[in-house]
Structures are given as structure tokens and as C-alpha cells.
């Protein structure tokens, strides 16, 4: 055994590196100029396009993720992945778009419809910090989840982690415990250690030397070969990641029959049933998940859709396809692979709650924990195949990510200020910026581990860019000095301000009108009692009976449950901070104060007489995302209609190749052009609001089609939710 790691999977884990590297080097011979290396040549069919789309959709934590609050939330955990899955229709849609631009770069597009370079820089500048922090997550997802799967036996701690895991022991045991049920002195400590948050899994490896590992395997295929290797090690990565994600199930069953009797798949099941509280297998009723409202999840959808375009790689994945059918086919049904393959995550976890409820403290860890306990005793290399396969969902992100950056700063930033130079020095150029981007990441990666609150942050970035890109499409009076207003105000007052007044005036943290929070809010239910109910309460009835007198007179005594009786359970959802992203901590003397950014759009919501205390949580973030994606808009259609349109025959020249239909052969789409820039009405027949400024287009039979069938697969998403969560039940 080498880092817990058998011979095996060691040798699995550096065969599947070798492949990828190699496929790097033989990619690296066909390229020939920036579109090869950027664009691999736009050369890619329905089948490539498709595992395209899922490498870049899914990256390392989308599977640990959504197992994770699963196993954390039950069954409602599973829409922390599914949450976007109302936007996918419109990938059909809009994907055709990206190819008709016949751009290199996003940044590319910004320049040609508002006729301004400084627009493209400021874009290129928001963007690769987006795909900065996207890798910063993946690679702290990885990091994580690969210390969990490389772990230490118990007789292998030193002394100072088995004092840690001492305390992790003593957390798990009061976190598992009714709150109702502890003691005063009990539910301090429980509050010290969540402070303290101690280790309960040590690892052999060094979380930060995995993080450079992967970066250099990343840097050095995605240099050699471009986006051609991107894609191809994309589709290898894809099937690698599919059949590790169903490869987990059959184990998952053979160990539940084998502690709890049984034989076959629905014994197993009935068993998960019969054991796991009943709370868990509600899909959209759980308490413990009621920040994710109807109307939440509805604003995250809306900002998904008005965001997901605008994103420099989502040119770069679909302009690669080598028409226009490739693109939204790929697209689309990429995205769907992935929805479908997080209502498995989410079985996969719902199962093995089963198994691993008492014995891993850290959700984020039990995805790397069950994975090395349910595939290490194997023996054929399974473990080595699941790293693998994680270092490929992160990879394959990276990969784009670092080819999309190095494309946009290589043209928009350092061609204008260096031009008329041979294609090959630009390519070299490229590989280096994109190899920089990577490297940041990486840094950054190893400096912060709040994943969750990073990923959500950089998310919303993109909305400086969402509106500027939307109307330049589709509405021909968005002109150059909107878009400038709206991506400056965006910056700064959604970011900028937020992040540095309160470093500029300390005093806002200790402000007590900052300082408010929701009122706590407290859920009942009624369950038919589960195995895990009847043994809590047991555990909480004999620590009862092991209180003094004076602390059994001070703690109601729980009552008796048995199996199948119904029992109230009360879920209290505390209160949580209005105004500060990172909620209200406490300093060594114990004041309260706000941390991270201050949300200036609930602040002004607040003057203008909105009692946000009476609001759920879920409801003032469904408003500050509202905010955030409507102003922008409504802020740009504003300062169009007061400022002079832009040039008309630039405009013209813009909308009629955005009408004309890419053919493969070169030469023939070239003549289209031409002709289409010889009569810019050529396609007006086409518009959907004819004689107006909006360029919204009549579907013809395969845009209808195409998103029906779309939207037919939302439902089949949750019918397959629905009845794998039933078997057994």
C-alpha cells in the first residue's frame, strides 16, 4: 500500500494520466493556427459536442456536491444540482448562435456589435476571473475528496491527530444527539467544537500537493494540443465518469444485505426504507432544505438563463461543432446526461446513508470515504479508477477553461496591443496566458476553501455581462455607452462597493441596523417512525438516564418511539443575517459582526421602509438575485433610448449573419455571407416583430421540435427521481 493506495489503482491512476498526455501530443501535430488550437478547427460531430458539453457542465464537485447534501438532506438535497434544470430547453435555442457568430472569442462578439475594444477588454478581464474562480473550486472539490479516499489507518495518526479526532468523536456524538435532549453544559461545548470544527479523517497526502499535480497534468496536455485535446480527453473523461457513477451502486447494495440481511437490489432497498427517516425522502417538503423555495429556485433559474450565455466558454464549447445541428445537439443533451446523472448521485447517497450516517462527521469527505470503503476491498484497481475518473470531471473543465482564457486574452488583449505577428506566435502566446490562468487558480485554490460561497459569488459575476450580451443580440437599439453604463454600475455597485466600503468604514460591521436578521422559524412535521428514529431516540432516552437529578429535572425526558408510529419532529431553521454574505460572526470578545460583502440592494430595500426581518432567508436572497438580474436590463434599455443609436450598416452587417445558417463547406458559407452583406433584408420574412428594433426570429419545425422534446425531458428527470427514490418503499 503507497498513500492507502494499492499497486493497482496506482498503476490505473498513472496509466489513465499517460493516455490523456498522450493524446495532448498527438493533437499538438494538427495544429496550424489560432482556430486549431482555439477551436480545434471547428471540425466536431453530435457525439464529441455532446461529451464536450458534459465535461464542461460537470466538473469535481458536481458529484461529491450533490452526494453530499443528499446525504446531508435526504432526497430534497439533490436539487442543489437540479437547480438549473428549467434552463436546459434553452440551450436548444440559443447554442445556434455561437456558431453563427463565427468568432473566436466571446470577446470577439462585444467588439463587433458595440464597435469598442475597451468593451471586449473589460469583458475578457470579468470573464477569466469567472474561470479563475471556477477552477479554485474544482481544484479545492478534488483536494478534498481525494484526502478522504487516501486515508489513514488508526494505528498511522500521530499524537496531535489523535487528540483532533478525540474531539471530532465528542462533536459527532452531541451533533447527532435532539438538541432538545442536551444538557446546558453540553450544548456549550457542542457550540465550541462547531468552532473548532475537528477532524474526524486523516489523509496520507497533502491537500495542497494535489492541487499542483493536477494543475501540471492540466497545463501540459491542454498546451500541447488545444481544444482537440480538450474535447477528446473530454469524451474519455465523460464515459470514465458514467460508468464510476453507476459502478458505485451494486456495491452500495451488497454491503447493505450483507450488515442488514437480505439478498438482491429491492431487499437493499427495502432495507433503505425501513431504515432511513422517512424526512429524507421527501423531494420538495424537506425542512432542512426550505431556503430552496419554489419561488428561489425560479430566480436561480432566471439568472442561470441570463448568464449562462454569456460565459466565454460557452462560445468556445459550441462554436467548435462543425455545424449548427452539432452544436445544439451537443449541447443540449450533453447538459441532460449530467441532470440525469445527479438524480443517481443523489440515489447513490440516499443509499448509503444506510451504512455511513454514524460514521463520517464531515459531508464533504463521505463521498471520498464510501468510495475508498465500498471499492478498496475489491482489489482491481476501482479506487485508482474513481480518482481518475474525479480528476477527469475536474480536468475537463480545466482544460476549457484554460483554452477559453488563453483565447480571449491572446486576441482581445494582447493581438491589439501587438499585432501583425505570425500565427504560431500567437498560439505560443496563448499557451502561456491560458497556462497562468490555470497556475492563479491553483493558488488560489490552496489560500481558501469556502467553496460553496465561492462559487456562488463568482457566479453572479457574469451578471456585469448577461445584459449587455442579451440586448446586443436581440434588440438593435443597444448601443455602445449602455453597455459601458451598465457593466460600470454592475461592478460597482453589485462588487466593488460591497467588498470595499466596509474596509473603507470598519464601522458598518458593527452597525446595529446592519446587523439584523431573519426571525428563526420553526418547522413540524409528522413521520411514521424508521429504524434510525427508533434507535436516536433510544440513545437519547439512556443519555437521559444517565443525567444527574438536578439535569433530569432541567431536561424533559424523551418519550418512547417504536417502530411504524407516527411522531412529531420539530426542525428550527435559525435566523440568519440580512445584509452580510458570510452572516454575522463573533470576535474574541465575544460582539457580533458582519462578515464578507454587504448586500447594498437589500440595504436599500431596507430605507425604503421593507421590513426584511419578517421575511424568510429564502425569500430576500429570491430578491437581491431578482435585483441583480433585472437592473441591469432595465438600467441598459434606459440609457439606449435616451443616447444616440449605434451605426446602422454595422448593425445591419451584424443581424443578417446572425441570420445566415452555417454550412460546412467553407467556401460555400463565405458566399452566403457575401450575399447576405450585399442585401441586409435578405432574411426580414424571418422576424418574428417585423418593422421593429427586435431581432427575434420565427421558429421554424426544428426549434420547435427540438425544445419540446427538451422540455419533455425536465419531466422525465423527475419521473426518474421520483421512482428510484420509491423502489422499496
Same mark, same amino acid.
Given at each position: 500500500?503507497? @498513500?492507502?493506495?494499492?499497486?493497482?489503482?496506482? @498503476?490505473?491512476?498513472? !496509466?489513465?494520466?499517460?493516455?490523456?498526455?498522450?493524446?495532448?501530443?498527438?493533437?499538438?501535430?494538427?495544429?496550424?493556427?489560432? %482556430?486549431?488550437?482555439?477551436?480545434?478547427?471547428?471540425?466536431?460531430?453530435?457525439?464529441?459536442?455532446?461529451?464536450?458539453?458534459?465535461?464542461?457542465?460537470?466538473?469535481?464537485?458536481?458529484?461529491?456536491?450533490?452526494?453530499?447534501?443528499?446525504?446531508?438532506?435526504?432526497?430534497?438535497?439533490?436539487?442543489?444540482?437540479?437547480?438549473?434544470?428549467?434552463?436546459?430547453?434553452?440551450?436548444?435555442?440559443?447554442? =445556434?448562435?455561437?456558431?453563427?457568430?463565427?468568432?473566436?472569442?466571446?470577446?470577439?462578439?462585444?467588439?463587433?456589435?458595440? /464597435?469598442?475594444?475597451?468593451?471586449?477588454?473589460?469583458?475578457?478581464?470579468?470573464?477569466?476571473?469567472?474561470?479563475?474562480?471556477?477552477?479554485?473550486?474544482?481544484?479545492?472539490?478534488?483536494?478534498?475528496?481525494?484526502?478522504?479516499?487516501? $486515508?489513514?489507518? =488508526?494505528?498511522?495518526?500521530?499524537?496531535? +491527530?489523535?487528540?483532533?479526532?478525540?474531539?471530532?468523536?465528542?462533536?459527532?456524538?452531541?451533533?447527532?444527539?435532539?438538541?432538545?435532549?442536551?444538557?446546558?453544559?453540553?450544548?456549550?461545548?457542542?457550540?465550541?467544537?462547531?468552532?473548532?470544527?475537528?477532524?474526524?479523517?486523516?489523509?496520507?497526502?497533502?491537500?495542497?500537493?494535489?492541487?499542483?499535480?493536477?494543475?501540471?497534468?492540466?497545463?501540459?496536455?491542454?498546451?500541447?494540443?488545444?481544444?482537440?485535446?480538450? &474535447?477528446?480527453?473530454?469524451?474519455?473523461?465523460?464515459?470514465?465518469?458514467?460508468?464510476?457513477?453507476?459502478?458505485?451502486?451494486?456495491?452500495?447494495?451488497?454491503?447493505?444485505?450483507?450488515?442488514?440481511?437480505?439478498?438482491?437490489?429491492?431487499?437493499?432497498?427495502?432495507?433503505?426504507?425501513?431504515?432511513?427517516?422517512?424526512?429524507?425522502?421527501?423531494?420538495?417538503?424537506?425542512?432542512?432544505?426550505?431556503?430552496?423555495?419554489?419561488?428561489?429556485?425560479?430566480?436561480?433559474?432566471?439568472?442561470?438563463?441570463?448568464?449562462?450565455?454569456?460565459?466565454?466558454?460557452?462560445?468556445?464549447?459550441?462554436?467548435?461543432?462543425?455545424?449548427?445541428?452539432?452544436?445544439?445537439?451537443?449541447?443540449?443533451? !450533453?447538459?441532460?446526461?449530467?441532470?440525469?446523472?445527479?438524480?443517481?448521485?443523489?440515489?447513490?447517497?440516499?443509499?448509503?446513508?444506510?451504512?455511513?450516517?454514524?460514521?463520517?462527521?464531515?459531508?464533504?469527505?463521505?463521498?471520498?470515504?464510501?468510495?475508498?470503503?465500498?471499492?478498496? $476491498?475489491?482489489?482491481?484497481?476501482?479506487?485508482?479508477?474513481?480518482?481518475?475518473?474525479?480528476?477527469?470531471?475536474?480536468? #475537463?473543465?480545466?482544460?476549457?477553461?484554460?483554452?477559453?482564457?488563453?483565447?480571449?486574452?491572446?486576441?482581445?488583449?494582447?493581438? =491589439?496591443?501587438?499585432?501583425?505577428?505570425? +500565427?504560431?506566435?500567437?498560439?505560443?502566446?496563448?499557451?502561456?496566458? !491560458?497556462?497562468?490562468?490555470?497556475?492563479?487558480?491553483?493558488?488560489?485554490?490552496?489560500?481558501?476553501?469556502?467553496?460553496?460561497?465561492?462559487?456562488?459569488?463568482?457566479?453572479?459575476?457574469?451578471?456585469?455581462?448577461?445584459?449587455?450580451?442579451?440586448?446586443?443580440?436581440?434588440?438593435?437599439?443597444?448601443?455602445?455607452?449602455?453597455?459601458?453604463?451598465?457593466?460600470? @454600475?454592475?461592478?460597482?455597485?453589485?462588487? &466593488?462597493?460591497?467588498?470595499?466600503? =466596509?474596509?473603507?468604514?470598519?464601522?458598518?460591521?458593527?452597525? $446595529?441596523?446592519?446587523?439584523?436578521?431573519?426571525?428563526?422559524?420553526?418547522?413540524?412535521?409528522?413521520?411514521?417512525?424508521? #429504524?434510525?428514529?427508533?434507535?436516536?431516540?433510544?440513545?437519547?432516552?439512556?443519555?437521559? &438516564? &444517565?443525567?444527574?437529578?438536578?439535569?433530569?429535572?432541567?431536561?424533559?425526558?424523551?418519550?418512547?418511539?417504536?417502530?411504524? +408510529?407516527?411522531?412529531?419532529?420539530?426542525?428550527?431553521?435559525?435566523?440568519?443575517?440580512?445584509?452580510?454574505?458570510?452572516?454575522?460572526?463573533?470576535?474574541?470578545?465575544?460582539?457580533?459582526? /458582519?462578515?464578507?460583502?454587504? #448586500?447594498?440592494?437589500?440595504?436599500?430595500?431596507?430605507?425604503?421602509?421593507?421590513?426584511?426581518?419578517?421575511?424568510?432567508?429564502?425569500?430576500? %436572497?429570491?430578491?437581491?438575485?431578482?435585483?441583480?438580474?433585472?437592473?441591469?436590463?432595465?438600467?441598459?434599455?434606459?440609457?439606449?433610448?435616451?443616447?444616440? $443609436?449605434?451605426?446602422?450598416?454595422?448593425?445591419?452587417?451584424?443581424?443578417?449573419?446572425?441570420?445566415?445558417?452555417?454550412?460546412?463547406?467553407?467556401?460555400?458559407?463565405?458566399?452566403?455571407?457575401?450575399?447576405?452583406?450585399?442585401?441586409?433584408?435578405?432574411?426580414?420574412?424571418?422576424?418574428?416583430?417585423?418593422?421593429?428594433?427586435? +431581432?427575434?426570429?420565427?421558429?421554424?419545425?426544428?426549434?420547435?421540435?427540438?425544445? !419540446?422534446?427538451?422540455?419533455?425531458?425536465?419531466?422525465?428527470?423527475?419521473?426518474?427521481?421520483?421512482?428510484?427514490?420509491?423502489?422499496?418503499?
Amino acid at each position: 500500500m503507497v @498513500f492507502g493506495l494499492s499497486v493497482v489503482d496506482l @498503476f490505473v491512476i498513472a !496509466g489513465y494520466f499517460a493516455i490523456v498526455l498522450g493524446i495532448g501530443a498527438w493533437s499538438m501535430r494538427r495544429i496550424r493556427n489560432q %482556430e486549431d488550437y482555439f477551436l480545434a478547427g471547428r471540425r466536431f460531430g453530435k457525439f464529441v459536442q455532446v461529451f464536450i458539453a458534459f465535461g464542461q457542465g460537470t466538473n469535481v464537485e458536481s458529484p461529491v456536491g450533490t452526494a453530499t447534501t443528499t446525504f446531508t438532506n435526504g432526497a430534497a438535497g439533490i436539487w442543489s444540482s437540479l437547480i438549473y434544470l428549467p434552463v436546459t430547453p434553452f440551450y436548444w435555442l440559443i447554442t =445556434p448562435w455561437m456558431r453563427r457568430l463565427r468568432l473566436l472569442t466571446m470577446g470577439d462578439y462585444y467588439e463587433e456589435r458595440y /464597435g469598442s475594444k475597451g468593451i471586449a477588454g473589460l469583458y475578457t478581464l470579468v470573464a477569466c476571473l469567472v474561470m479563475m474562480a471556477h477552477l479554485s473550486v474544482g481544484f479545492a472539490a478534488a483536494s478534498i475528496t481525494l484526502l478522504a479516499m487516501t $486515508p489513514k489507518a =488508526p494505528e498511522q495518526l500521530s499524537v496531535s +491527530e489523535r487528540a483532533e479526532y478525540a474531539l471530532a468523536e465528542e462533536h459527532h456524538r452531541l451533533r447527532t444527539t435532539g438538541y432538545e435532549a442536551l444538557t446546558d453544559h453540553e450544548k456549550a461545548r457542542l457550540a465550541e467544537l462547531n468552532e473548532l470544527s475537528p477532524r474526524r479523517v486523516f489523509s496520507h497526502l497533502d491537500r495542497n500537493l494535489v492541487i499542483w499535480i493536477v494543475c501540471i497534468v492540466v497545463m501540459l496536455y491542454a498546451m500541447a494540443g488545444g481544444f482537440e485535446a480538450a &474535447a477528446l480527453t473530454d469524451t474519455l473523461q465523460g464515459m470514465c465518469i458514467i460508468l464510476l457513477s453507476f459502478l458505485l451502486l451494486p456495491f452500495t447494495f451488497m454491503r447493505i444485505n450483507q450488515l442488514y440481511g437480505g439478498e438482491g437490489i429491492m431487499d437493499a432497498l427495502r432495507t433503505v426504507h425501513a431504515r432511513v427517516p422517512e424526512s429524507f425522502f421527501d423531494i420538495f417538503g424537506s425542512p432542512t432544505m426550505m431556503d430552496f423555495t419554489w419561488y428561489y429556485i425560479l430566480a436561480l433559474a432566471m439568472l442561470a438563463i441570463s448568464n449562462t450565455p454569456a460565459q466565454a466558454a460557452f462560445l468556445t464549447t459550441n462554436a467548435s461543432a462543425r455545424n449548427e445541428y452539432a452544436a445544439r445537439f451537443g449541447a443540449t443533451w !450533453g447538459s441532460y446526461i449530467k441532470r440525469f446523472l445527479a438524480v443517481v448521485w443523489g440515489f447513490f447517497a440516499l443509499c448509503a446513508i444506510v451504512i455511513y450516517h454514524d460514521r463520517i462527521a464531515e459531508p464533504d469527505l463521505w463521498w471520498g470515504y464510501a468510495t475508498h470503503d465500498l471499492l478498496g $476491498p475489491v482489489g482491481l484497481g476501482l479506487v485508482g479508477l474513481m480518482i481518475a475518473s474525479l480528476m477527469a470531471a475536474l480536468m #475537463s473543465t480545466a482544460d476549457a477553461i484554460m483554452i477559453t482564457s488563453s483565447s480571449l486574452l491572446t486576441h482581445n488583449v494582447y493581438r =491589439p496591443l501587438l499585432p501583425g505577428r505570425a +500565427e504560431r506566435h500567437y498560439v505560443r502566446v496563448g499557451r502561456v496566458l !491560458g497556462a497562468g490562468v490555470v497556475i492563479l487558480g491553483a493558488l488560489v485554490a490552496t489560500r481558501f476553501d469556502t467553496i460553496l460561497q465561492l462559487l456562488k459569488f463568482m457566479w453572479e459575476l457574469n451578471v456585469m455581462i448577461a445584459a449587455p450580451f442579451w440586448l446586443g443580440m436581440k434588440w438593435r437599439r443597444a448601443n455602445r455607452k449602455a453597455a459601458w453604463t451598465t457593466m460600470v @454600475f454592475a461592478a460597482v455597485v453589485f462588487f &466593488a462597493a460591497p467588498a470595499l466600503l =466596509p474596509e473603507l468604514a470598519p464601522g458598518l460591521r458593527r452597525h $446595529p441596523r446592519l446587523l439584523g436578521t431573519t426571525e428563526p422559524i420553526v418547522v413540524a412535521r409528522t413521520y411514521r417512525a424508521h #429504524s434510525m428514529d427508533v434507535e436516536k431516540r433510544a440513545a437519547e432516552r439512556a443519555r437521559w &438516564a &444517565a443525567l444527574s437529578a438536578e439535569e433530569q429535572a432541567a431536561t424533559p425526558q424523551p418519550p418512547p418511539l417504536a417502530p411504524g +408510529e407516527r411522531f412529531d419532529k420539530e426542525t428550527v431553521l435559525p435566523a440568519k443575517s440580512i445584509f452580510w454574505t458570510k452572516g454575522i460572526k463573533r470576535d474574541e470578545a465575544g460582539r457580533p459582526y /458582519g462578515s464578507g460583502m454587504l #448586500s447594498l440592494e437589500l440595504v436599500a430595500l431596507e430605507a425604503l421602509g421593507v421590513d426584511l426581518s419578517r421575511h424568510a432567508y429564502a425569500g430576500n %436572497e429570491t430578491l437581491r438575485v431578482l435585483i441583480r438580474v433585472l437592473v441591469p436590463f432595465l438600467l441598459m434599455i434606459g440609457v439606449s433610448l435616451l443616447t444616440r $443609436p449605434d451605426d446602422a450598416a454595422r448593425l445591419d452587417r451584424f443581424y443578417v449573419k446572425m441570420k445566415t445558417v452555417v454550412v460546412e463547406d467553407r467556401q460555400e458559407d463565405a458566399r452566403n455571407l457575401q450575399l447576405s452583406y450585399a442585401n441586409p433584408r435578405r432574411f426580414d420574412d424571418r422576424k418574428l416583430f417585423p418593422r421593429s428594433n427586435w +431581432e427575434f426570429d420565427k421558429w421554424d419545425r426544428v426549434d420547435a421540435v427540438g425544445f !419540446g422534446l427538451a422540455v419533455l425531458c425536465i419531466f422525465a428527470v423527475l419521473g426518474l427521481l421520483k421512482f428510484l427514490i420509491s423502489l422499496g418503499g
